[in-house]
Structures are given as structure tokens and as C-alpha cells.
Antibody
């Protein structure tokens, strides 16, 4: 059974870089049938798609965040990662990693989510 | 890009039927598929409807989806409500290489 698990610091200081990793188990990240994505949900708000990446490293990003975030993939360790530099309190959210099917564009498997708080 | 607008909350009694709407702000609702996700507290979101009306394996047929071009909206209908259906529900669609979510609807079953 496919599982995704987010890992990274739960507290980041303003102006520093938020870094998260998603480890995929029970299946290979090295598949042309899926993209691997990051989604965040600020407190009290709906989800916000951050971006996706495929096994070859081809990524697309939310236009509202483009230029701020970077998603990378490490197929040898079955992981993909998110970096958000120069964070502010507005980046405080629960961050989820998820698998996206390429054909029907549905996020069919999600991690448990990890709360990242930006505060000094 | 467009926005997807959902009611903040709905409530209904066990055994009844409830419908949650998701209205697209611009462009046609039929232009891109709509998905629906259920998010129970303490759990990960799970898809309950994809491609407007299809149910993933394991989702009971009490859950159904539809779109209405006249109101430019999608709907999730849950019949025979159970207390376990109490959750947040999000609609999601896609446009120009961007995935968009609605703000979510809190369903209370009481």
C-alpha cells in the first residue's frame, strides 16, 4: 500500500528557508503515470496547491508562488522535496505531499501533513 | 485563473441527503474536470469523486457528483447520511497547468 510521509522542521524563523521532504514507500516514484505534489493549508483556509514534479524532474508551480518555491526529486531515495525561501508568517500552514495521477488529475494519495509554523 | 466557491458549512440529520455546491467564478464548469475530497479531522484528505461524477474504488454509492452548466457549478451529494460523513469537503479543478481548490465546506451530521 502506497504511503507518503512528510518530514522537516515544525518551526522556521522569518526570513529563513522552509525545507520539507516527502518519502514515498510501497511504490516507486519512478513512474510516468504520476506527478508528485505539495499542497498547503493555512489555518482556517482551504488548501492551496504549491506545485508538482515528475520522476524526470519536470516541475510546474502555482503562478502565485512561482519564483519563490523549488520542488526537486530524488528517485534513488524515493523522495521529493520542497524549499520555500524567505518565509513569513503567511507561510504558516499544514503542508501535505500527495500523488497526482497524470491522466485524471486527481490527488489519489496524501501524506498525513505536517504543521510548519513561521515564528521567531 | 478562476476561483471555486463553496458554502462555509452545511448540516443535516443522519439518514438524510445533503448537497454541497462548488461554483466556478469564470470559464465553464464543464471546461475542466472537478474532483471532491473528504477530510476528516486527524486524517489525510481522500478523493470521493473524480472527473465530475466517478467514484474511486471503495467509496460508497451514497456519494455522487454532478455539474450544472446553467449555474456554472459542481455538486457533491451524500445520501443516507452517517455520522462518519462528518468532515470537511473540498472541490478541486484544474486550469492552465494549475490545480485549484475550493475553500471547503464543513459538513455536520447531527
Amino acid at each position: 500500500q502506497l504511503q507518503l510521509q512528510e518530514s522537516g522542521p515544525g518551526l522556521v524563523k522569518p526570513s529563513e528557508t522552509l525545507s520539507l521532504t516527502c518519502t514515498v514507500s510501497g511504490g516507486s516514484i519512478n513512474s510516468k503515470h504520476y506527478y508528485w505534489g505539495w499542497i498547503r493549508q493555512p489555518p482556517g483556509n482551504g488548501p492551496e496547491w504549491i506545485g508538482n514534479i515528475n520522476y524526470s524532474g519536470s516541475a510546474n508551480y502555482n503562478p502565485s508562488l512561482k519564483g519563490r518555491v523549488t520542488i526537486s526529486v530524488d528517485t534513488s531515495n524515493n523522495q521529493f522535496s520542497l524549499k520555500v525561501p524567505s518565509v513569513t508568517a503567511a507561510d504558516t500552514a499544514v503542508y501535505y505531499c500527495a500523488r497526482l495521477q497524470t491522466v485524471i488529475t486527481v490527488f489519489d494519495n496524501w501524506g498525513q501533513g505536517t504543521l510548519v509554523t513561521v515564528s521567531s | 485563473n478562476f476561483m471555486l466557491t463553496q458554502p462555509h458549512s452545511v448540516s443535516e440529520s443522519p439518514g438524510k441527503t445533503v448537497t454541497i455546491s462548488c461554483t466556478r467564478s469564470s470559464g465553464g464548469i464543464a471546461d475542466n474536470y472537478v474532483q471532491w475530497y473528504q477530510h476528516r479531522p486527524g486524517s489525510s484528505p481522500t478523493a470521493v469523486i473524480y472527473e465530475n461524477y466517478k467514484r474511486p474504488s471503495g467509496v460508497p454509492d451514497r456519494f455522487s457528483g454532478s455539474i450544472d452548466s446553467s449555474s456554472n457549478s459542481a455538486s457533491l451529494t451524500i445520501s443516507g447520511l452517517k455520522t462518519e460523513d462528518e468532515a470537511d469537503y473540498y472541490c478541486q479543478s484544474y486550469d492552465s497547468s494549475a490545480w485549484l481548490f475550493g475553500g471547503g465546506t464543513k459538513l455536520t451530521v447531527l
